[in-house]
């Protein structure tokens, strides 16, 4: 069975703070998406990587994975408050035919 | 281009009762799926369809029902609400697996509520 564990839960930073969010999963995988949530709002598509090494980057979020390691992380710059939401990484499982498995998110809180 | 439309938005039910969500989506995705979301859980897959006429258990499927009678629409039943499935429940849409890059699409979501 697919598990993946996002880490920490819950985070409350400082604008212009740096942090990592970190995605864990526990089986072989190249497709690995991050999401955002804002409070009662759909998720939103973040980044998509899908080979070992990618990094994607879009303003002050930068995603990478690494296969081996069965890992993502979320790399937060310079936060500011706009980021406040809820991120949540989910991993395609190779033989699962487009099934995504989700984390459990991670409720993060930028305060001035 | 609407992308994917739940509907309603909001519902309370009575322990015993029974609803449908509608899934609507407009992209010509082959795959759709439901999910929930509890608090502290993430999403967990309900049931999904990889096409027309086609359905699938997913992790939580006891208590639902789902039919994909058009490839364009995507029905969660519940035939007798319990306290339990008092949940916010996403549809998403998506192409097959290639090309791999596009993910899901997400519609708005339906708050339900089981008294």
């Known amino acids: 069975e697919l598990k993946v564990e996002q880490n920490p839960l819950f985070l409350s930073m400082q604008e212009g703070k740096n942090y990592t969010i970190y995605c864990n999963y526990s089986?072989?995988?190249?497709?690995l998406y991050w999401y955002r949530q804002d409070p009662g709002k759909s998720l939103e598509s973040l980044f998509v990587l899908l080979s070992n090494g990618a990094v994607k980057q879009e303003g002050r979020l930068m995603a990478s994975l690494d296969t081996k390691a069965r890992l993502s992380t979320l790399h937060i710059t310079a936060a500011v408050h706009d980021l406040s939401a809820t991120y949540f990484c989910a991993v395609d499982k190779e033989t699962s035919g487009s099934r995504l498995t989700f984390g459990e998110g991670t409720q993060l809180t930028v305060n001035p | 281009n609407a992308g994917v439309t739940q509907t309603p938005k909001f519902r309370v039910l009575k322990t015993g009762q029974s609803m449908t969500l509608l899934c609507a989506q407009d992209?010509?995705?082959?795959?759709m799926y439901w999910y929930r979301q509890d608090p502290g859980m993430g999403l967990r897959l309900i049931h999904y369809s990889v096409g027309e006429g086609t359905t699938a258990k997913g992790e939580v499927p006891d208590g639902y029902n789902v039919s994909r009678l058009k490839k364009q629409n995507f029905l969660l039943g519940l035939e007798s609400a319990a306290p339990s499935q008092t949940s916010v429940y996403f549809c998403?849409?998506?192409?097959?697996?290639?090309?791999?890059?596009?993910?899901?699409?997400f519609g708005s979501g339906t708050r339900l509520t089981v008294v």
């Open positions: 089986t072989t995988s190249d497709r």
């Open positions: 992209m010509n995705h082959e795959y």
């Open positions: 998403a849409s998506s192409y097959i697996r290639m090309p791999r890059s596009y993910g899901y699409t």
